[in-house]
Protein backbone atom coordinates (compact mmCIF):
# COMPACT_ATOMS: atom_id res chain seq x y z
CA UNK A 1 0.00 0.00 0.00
CA UNK A 2 1.14 3.44 -0.68
CA UNK A 3 0.35 7.01 1.20
CA UNK A 4 1.89 9.88 0.72
CA UNK A 5 1.92 13.24 2.89
CA UNK A 6 1.72 17.06 1.20
CA UNK A 7 4.31 19.15 3.44
CA UNK A 8 4.41 22.67 3.35
CA UNK A 9 7.63 24.13 4.71
CA UNK A 10 7.92 28.31 6.55
CA UNK A 11 8.50 29.69 2.87
CA UNK A 12 4.79 27.89 1.74
CA UNK A 13 6.92 25.49 -0.47
CA UNK A 14 4.95 22.60 -0.80
CA UNK A 15 6.81 18.75 -1.94
CA UNK A 16 4.82 15.28 -1.85
CA UNK A 17 6.69 12.45 0.58
CA UNK A 18 6.05 9.14 1.06
CA UNK A 19 4.24 7.99 4.35
CA UNK A 20 5.13 5.04 6.24
CA UNK A 21 2.24 4.07 7.62
CA UNK A 22 3.32 0.61 8.76
CA UNK A 23 5.22 2.68 11.33
CA UNK A 24 2.34 4.66 12.72
CA UNK A 25 1.87 4.06 16.64
CA UNK A 26 -0.88 1.58 16.72
CA UNK A 27 -2.65 1.30 19.84
CA UNK A 28 -2.80 -2.62 21.10
CA UNK A 29 -5.79 -3.46 22.05
CA UNK A 30 -6.64 -5.42 25.81
CA UNK A 31 -7.95 -8.60 26.12
CA UNK A 32 -9.77 -10.78 22.91
CA UNK A 33 -8.87 -7.33 20.74
CA UNK A 34 -5.25 -8.16 21.27
CA UNK A 35 -4.07 -7.90 17.75
CA UNK A 36 -6.17 -4.93 16.90
CA UNK A 37 -4.60 -1.79 16.98
CA UNK A 38 -6.03 1.47 16.09
CA UNK A 39 -4.15 5.08 15.55
CA UNK A 40 -5.29 8.22 15.42
CA UNK A 41 -3.52 10.08 12.30
CA UNK A 42 -2.49 13.95 13.68
CA UNK A 43 -4.83 15.96 15.12
CA UNK A 44 -7.96 14.70 13.14
CA UNK A 45 -10.85 14.02 15.31
CA UNK A 46 -13.02 11.98 12.66
CA UNK A 47 -10.60 9.33 11.35
CA UNK A 48 -9.19 6.37 12.39
CA UNK A 49 -7.28 3.88 10.76
CA UNK A 50 -7.24 0.27 12.42
CA UNK A 51 -4.28 -2.08 11.74
CA UNK A 52 -5.94 -6.21 12.09
CA UNK A 53 -3.13 -8.53 12.70
CA UNK A 54 -3.04 -11.96 10.16
CA UNK A 55 -5.49 -14.46 11.39
CA UNK A 56 -7.72 -12.31 13.84
CA UNK A 57 -11.28 -13.30 14.96
CA UNK A 58 -12.73 -10.27 17.13
CA UNK A 59 -15.60 -10.99 19.04
CA UNK A 60 -19.07 -9.11 18.73
CA UNK A 61 -18.29 -5.24 19.43
CA UNK A 62 -19.65 -1.53 18.95
CA UNK A 63 -19.65 0.29 15.97
CA UNK A 64 -20.38 4.07 15.49
CA UNK A 65 -22.34 5.29 12.14
CA UNK A 66 -19.78 6.30 9.84
CA UNK A 67 -17.41 4.59 6.75
CA UNK A 68 -14.99 1.77 6.50
CA UNK A 69 -12.72 1.56 3.78
CA UNK A 70 -10.68 -1.05 3.62
CA UNK A 71 -6.68 0.20 2.43
CA UNK A 72 -5.12 -3.45 2.81
CA UNK A 73 -5.60 -7.13 3.00
CA UNK A 74 -9.33 -8.72 3.10
CA UNK A 75 -11.48 -7.94 6.27
CA UNK A 76 -14.34 -9.92 6.63
CA UNK A 77 -17.44 -7.88 8.65
CA UNK A 78 -19.81 -9.46 9.79
CA UNK A 79 -23.43 -8.34 11.44
CA UNK A 80 -25.03 -9.82 14.93
CA UNK A 81 -27.68 -11.75 12.60
CA UNK A 82 -24.22 -13.68 10.80
CA UNK A 83 -24.95 -11.49 7.13
CA UNK A 84 -21.07 -10.93 6.45
CA UNK A 85 -19.14 -9.51 3.50
CA UNK A 86 -15.35 -9.60 3.00
CA UNK A 87 -13.89 -6.29 1.98
CA UNK A 88 -10.60 -6.12 -0.70
CA UNK A 89 -8.52 -3.24 -0.81
CA UNK A 90 -11.10 -0.13 -1.72
CA UNK A 91 -14.06 -1.65 -1.02
CA UNK A 92 -16.62 0.54 1.12
CA UNK A 93 -18.84 -0.37 3.97
CA UNK A 94 -21.48 1.98 4.76
CA UNK A 95 -22.28 1.54 8.91
CA UNK A 96 -25.90 2.92 9.49
CA UNK A 97 -26.58 2.32 13.43
CA UNK A 98 -28.44 4.28 15.02
CA UNK A 99 -26.99 4.78 18.01
CA UNK A 100 -23.91 1.94 17.91
CA UNK A 101 -24.61 -1.56 16.62
CA UNK A 102 -22.92 -4.59 16.51
CA UNK A 103 -20.48 -5.92 14.60
CA UNK A 104 -17.51 -8.57 14.13
CA UNK A 105 -14.32 -8.01 12.56
CA UNK A 106 -11.66 -11.45 10.90
CA UNK A 107 -8.72 -11.03 8.95
CA UNK A 108 -8.16 -14.96 8.54
CA UNK A 109 -5.80 -14.07 6.18
CA UNK A 110 -1.81 -14.79 6.23
CA UNK A 111 -1.23 -10.65 6.28
CA UNK A 112 -1.93 -7.79 8.10
CA UNK A 113 -5.23 -5.65 6.88
CA UNK A 114 -5.87 -1.90 7.36
CA UNK A 115 -9.14 -0.46 7.49
CA UNK A 116 -10.20 3.41 7.87
CA UNK A 117 -12.53 4.45 9.66
CA UNK A 118 -14.50 7.48 9.62
CA UNK A 119 -17.73 8.15 12.33
CA UNK A 120 -20.51 9.98 11.42
CA UNK A 121 -23.10 11.27 13.30
CA UNK A 122 -25.93 9.61 13.14
CA UNK A 123 -28.95 10.68 10.39
CA UNK A 124 -32.49 11.89 12.57
Do not use: C
Amino acid sequence: MSAYILIEDEEGETRIDSYPIRDLPFEIGPGAFKGLGGTILGNASRFMMLRLEQEINLPLHRAAPGVAINLLGKVTISGSEGTAVTLSPGDLLKIETRVRGAWTLTNDNDEEAYLALIPMPPEN
